[in-house]
């Protein structure tokens, strides 16, 4: 993220698979699938894990956010779609 006076902020966060998706921002937080088969909701704050979801396959899509719902296929041939607490 750009800080005042052309500053670069970096998050940092560690998990087991790689990311092939295009992560999202959504307001304050940002959502991504892995390779390890997760979802992730991070807060875009502090870097810390807000949400996961397990799909037991990797997620290489990137997902779409609208309104306060995240949808994002998986190498499973599912899409799914997450409601309102995620967001």
């Known amino acids: ?37 997760r979802v992730y909701l991070l807060s875009l704050q502090d870097g810390r894990q807000l949400w996961s979801y397990d799909t037991g396959q990797p997620v290489t899509s990137s997902p779409a956010v609208a309104g306060n719902r995240i949808v994002i296929g998986c190498d499973d041939g599912n899409v799914y779609c997450f409601g309102a607490t995620p967001l």
């Open 1 to 37: 993220m750009s800080q005042p006076g052309g500053r670069q902020e970096r998050l940092e966060f560690r998990f087991a698979g790689r990311i092939e998706s295009s992560p999202v921002v959504a307001g304050d937080k940002v959502v991504f699938g892995s390779n390890d088969g």
